[in-house]
T-cell receptor
Framework: GEDVEQSLFLSVREGDSSVINCTYT??????LYWYKQEPGAGLQLLTY?????DMKQDQRLTVLLNKKDKHLSLRIADTQTGDSAIYFCAETNILTGGGNKLTFGTGTQLKVEL | EAGVAQSPRYKIIEKRQSVAFWCNPISGHATLYWYQQILGQGPKLLIQ????????DSQLPKDRFSAERLKGVDSTLKIQPAKLEDSAVYLCASSLGDQETQYFGPGTRLLVL
């Protein structure tokens, strides 16, 4: 089945850039997503990228997709303390028919230090 | 626009008891999902509805879990009887259609003692 992997933890200083990485196994993935989860809260959609794109930028967020290596990254510029959260990478394959199941990674805990 | 609503937010029960969770999706969203998120893991899909029909329930433990969306709007997820390993956050999500972006509710935290 599909598998999505992420590193568990990342620590950065406030004002620096953060880069969170993700690898996936499903070569037929159609959309890849980044969700943010703060303590005790649900998942907040940050951004997503269609599989035929290499890059997407949205304000402080930049998503890079290397489809050949099945590698996705999320760069947060000028990281703030409010960015401290768990970040989940997820993929879906709408071509399998019938469903739109999101397969999530285990999440990366981002800690922003002053 | 109101988001996905879930209740209760927290529930503590003893093993072998039953429990039910409720979800109200974003207005107009035809597709509704229930995910289970065990501590330290990413969410895993339990069941997906398209209007009032089930699209995918392959990961739902049907001996103890059931879900319904009778009128194609609200949904309930039930566990009977609960086991210790059911302790998790149960997340509801909805999307306009089955190929659209999913939006998540705040979740229900279940602790089974």
């Amino acid at each position: 089945g599909e598998d999505v992997e992420q590193s568990l933890f990342l620590s950065v200083r406030e004002g620096d850039s953060s880069v969170i990485n993700c690898t996936y196994t499903d070569s037929s993935s159609t959309y890849l997503y980044w969700y943010k989860q703060e303590p005790g809260a649900g998942l907040q959609l940050l951004t997503y990228i269609f599989s035929n794109m290499d890059m997407k930028q949205d304000q402080r967020l930049t998503v890079l997709l290397n489809k050949k290596d099945k590698h996705l990254s999320l760069r947060i510029a000028d990281t703030q303390t409010g960015d401290s959260a768990i970040y989940f990478c997820a993929e879906t394959n709408i071509l399998t028919g019938g469903g739109n199941k999101l397969t999530f990674g285990t999440g990366t805990q981002l800690k922003v230090e002053l | 626009e109101a988001g996905v609503a879930q209740s209760p937010r927290y529930k503590i029960i003893e093993k072998r008891q039953s429990v039910a969770f409720w979800c109200n999706p974003i207005s107009g969203h035809a597709t509704l999902y229930w995910y289970q998120q065990i501590l330290g893991q990413g969410p895993k899909l339990l069941i997906q509805f398209q209007n009032n029909g089930v699209v995918d329930d392959s990961q739902l433990p049907k001996d103890r879990f059931s879900a319904e969306r009778l009128k194609g709007v609200d949904s309930t997820l039930k566990i009977q009887p609960a086991k210790l390993e059911d302790s998790a956050v149960y997340l509801c999500a909805s999307s306009l259609g089955d190929q659209e972006t999913q939006y998540f509710g705040p979740g229900t935290r279940l602790l089974v003692l």
